[in-house]
T-cell receptor, first 110, second 114 residues
Framework: GQSLEQPSEVTAVEGAIVQINCTYQTSGFYGLSWYQQHDGGAPTFLSYNALDGLEETGRFSSFLSRSDSYGYLLLQELQMKDSASYFCAVSGTGGFKTIFGAGTRLFVKA | EAGVAQSPRYKIIEKRQSVAFWCNPISGHATLYWYQQILGQGPKLLIQFQNNGVVDDSQLPKDRFSAERLKGVDSTLKIQPAKLEDSAVYLC????????????FGPGTRLTVT
C-alpha cells in the first residue's frame, strides 16, 4: 500500500527558516510533490522531485532521498502569508495512485 | 491561460438525494483527477482519467459514486444516493501528464449533506 507521514503542526516566527518533513511508503515511486493550501482555498503546486537532491524555487526548496523514502520542504525568510497547510504527495509507478499526506499546518508568528 | 473550472461552488442536499459536480480542466491537459477533501485532512484521490480512460478508481465508492469524462475534456462526478459522510469539498485537478507532478486544482465544490 501507500502511506505518507508528516507533522500535523509547525510554528515559526517571521523571518525564520522552517523544515517540513515527509516520509513515504509506496509500491513503486514516480515523484514527490508539495502543495500549499490556505484556509478555504484550493491546493497550489509548490515543487516536485523525481530524483535525489535539492530543488530550489525562490524562498522554497524541496529535497528528496529515494533510498530513505524521505523528503522535506524548506521555507526560508518566513512571511505571515506563508501560514497555511502544506501537503506532500506521491504517485506510484506510472504516475498512478496519487496519495496526499494529511498535511502540516504552519503557523507563522510575528 | 484559464484555470480549472468547477460548478457548483456550494451544494446542500439531504441524505439519499443525488448530486452532480462538473469540471472543465485546463485546455490541453490529458490527465484529470477528482479528489474528496474532508475538513482537516489531505485530498483523497477518487478517480484519475488519462484522456477519456480511467487509469485509477481504486478509492471510488462505486456503489454510490460514478464519474465520466466526455471526449477527454469535461468531467462529471455523481453521488447517488448521498450519505452524511459524503460532506466534503470535491476538488477537480488537471495536469499535462500523470503522477503528482504539477497538478492544477479548481476552486472545489463544498457539499453539505444533511
Amino acid at each position: 500500500g501507500q502511506s505518507l507521514e508528516q507533522p500535523s503542526e509547525v510554528t515559526a516566527v517571521e523571518g525564520a527558516i522552517v523544515q517540513i518533513n515527509c516520509t513515504y511508503q509506496t509500491s513503486g515511486f514516480y515523484g514527490l510533490s508539495w502543495y500549499q493550501q490556505h484556509d478555504g482555498g484550493a491546493p497550489t503546486f509548490l515543487s516536485y522531485n523525481a530524483l535525489d537532491g535539492l530543488e530550489e524555487t525562490g524562498r522554497f526548496s524541496s529535497f528528496l532521498s529515494r533510498s530513505d523514502s524521505y523528503g522535506y520542504l524548506l521555507l526560508q525568510e518566513l512571511q505571515m502569508k506563508d501560514s497555511a497547510s502544506y501537503f506532500c504527495a506521491v504517485s506510484g509507478t506510472g504516475g498512478f495512485k496519487t496519495i496526499f499526506g494529511a498535511g502540516t499546518r504552519l503557523f507563522v508568528k510575528a | 491561460e484559464a484555470g480549472v473550472a468547477q460548478s457548483p461552488r456550494y451544494k446542500i442536499i439531504e441524505k439519499r438525494q443525488s448530486v452532480a459536480f462538473w469540471c472543465n480542466p485546463i485546455s490541453g491537459h490529458a490527465t484529470l483527477y477528482w479528489y474528496q477533501q474532508i475538513l482537516g485532512q489531505g485530498p483523497k484521490l477518487l478517480i484519475q482519467f488519462q484522456n477519456n480512460g480511467v487509469v485509477d478508481d481504486s478509492q471510488l465508492p462505486k456503489d454510490r459514486f460514478s464519474a465520466e469524462r466526455l471526449k477527454g475534456v469535461d468531467s462529471t462526478l455523481k453521488i447517488q444516493p448521498a450519505k452524511l459522510e459524503d460532506s466534503a469539498v470535491y476538488l477537480c485537478a488537471s495536469s499535462h501528464r500523470g503522477g503528482s507532478y504539477e497538478q492544477y486544482f479548481g476552486p472545489g465544490t463544498r457539499l453539505t449533506v444533511t
